[in-house]
């Protein structure tokens, strides 16, 4: 005899995992929060902002490689591991890309990568140890117009593109779902007032509404969470409003208002927890829409500002590339986007045939 749960939770679990699709969505996602949070791990470039340029090999192609050599500075920051963790590593060395070098006593002669100029310095700058200062090193994305690495740019970007979805959505399901679920149970009046604020929300067009909170509260990714988030919470009112006008009809809610329940007790405790599945499918499709807003904003230079790296301020900063035989440096990050995008658009459609959402 099976001994399987019944409950509509682990029904519904397994037939998540049952997806194929979805479940590699899943994991592709926890992936990119993985990088989202300790992309500075990875990241070849882990300098704050991955931020560490050399205009001499701009534009170049992925894959492209070039010694490095690197002159550390007397100064050192006093950094914590946990701010190297998660802000990235204050930058005191000097990096020079050349293209060859030779020893004579105690001078080391290198050729620059830019002008093919010879230069000196004593080897005592970098402590008469060649082979841990001059190393190869390899751009598997290639670099940017400004000669910094284009894959550590994309990782640390990752955590914008990925924390506004979560921001965005947190505001968004608080103000929306309350404001849908007090509407919904109280009617009348009140819900006409709210629908009005809600029509009225509505009609406006999401990017303009978004870019007026934003110049409102000023540029940067924070004002962006800010902003994206109470500018979706619309659509989750809207569905929460109705289903709870339905809800509100079920004898459970004709019993606990019976046994003299306080309305909030009602709503929270009794009616919200049951009309949850349509949230969560909205709240996957609201991540990949705050995704592909602030994407929009950064790419209208409204959004994270430089140097904090975005995936839509990489596309703006390199669009133009596409007709100068370098699509790369803007087709790479759009790529990103849009599997992130399309990884949570394809859980949504999992959880709906999981949870068994009319839509």
Not at 123 to 148: A, E, M, V
Not at 254 to 273: Q, T, V
Not at 296 to 303: A, E, N, R, T, V
Not at 343 to 356: P, V, Y
Request: glycine residues 8%; hydrophobic residues 50%.
């Amino acid at each position: 005899m099976s001994n399987k749960s019944t409950s509509l939770s682990q029904l519904a679990i397994r037939k998540f995992k049952q997806n194929k699709i979805g479940l590699i969505s899943f994991w592709f996602v926890v992936f990119c929060g993985f990088i989202a949070v300790f992309g500075y791990l990875v990241a070849p470039d882990n300098s704050e902002n991955a931020n560490q340029m050399h205009i001499e090999i701009h534009s170049k192609k992925p894959g492209f490689s070039v010694e490095m050599l690197t002159i550390p500075n007397k100064e050192s920051s006093n950094q914590s591991w946990m701010n190297k963790l998660f802000m990235g590593t204050k930058i005191t060395n000097t990096e020079i890309p050349i293209r060859s070098y030779q020893l004579k006593g105690d001078v080391l002669e290198y050729v620059n990568y830019d002008d093919g100029l010879t230069k000196s310095i004593p080897l005592s700058l970098i402590h008469n140890n060649t082979s841990k200062y001059i190393q190869k090193k390899t751009f598997y994305f290639g670099t940017d117009k400004y000669g910094r690495d284009l894959l550590s740019r994309l990782i640390v970007g990752t955590r914008i593109s990925f924390f506004i979805g979560f921001i965005a959505v947190f505001i968004s399901l608080f103000i929306g779902i309350s404001i849908g679920a007090i509407a919904g149970y109280f009617g009348g009046k009140v819900d006409a007032f709210i629908m009005w604020i809600i029509n009225i929300t509505w009609s406006i067009p999401t990017l303009l509404l978004v870019i007026a909170i934003t110049l409102a509260l000023g540029k940067g990714y924070w004002q962006v969470f800010i902003a994206v988030g109470l500018t979706m919470w619309v659509e989750v009112a809207r569905v929460v409003r109705g289903q709870v006008l339905t809800t509100k009809q079920q004898q459970y809610v004709e019993a606990a208002k019976a046994l003299g329940y306080s309305n909030f007790r009602i709503i929270f405790r009794h009616i919200l927890p049951n009309i949850m599945a349509p949230v969560i499918v909205i709240s996957a499709a609201n991540f990949a829409a705050a995704i592909l807003i602030e994407s929009g904003l950064s790419f209208l230079g409204i959004g994270a500002q430089p140097p904090t790296p975005s995936w839509g301020a990489i596309i703006k900063n390199h669009y133009n590339y596409i007709i100068l035989g370098k699509p790369y440096l803007a087709v790479i990050p759009g790529l990103a986007i849009m599997s992130l995008v399309m990884a949570f658009m394809l859980i949504g459609n999992t959880l709906r045939d999981a949870l068994d959402v009319k839509t």
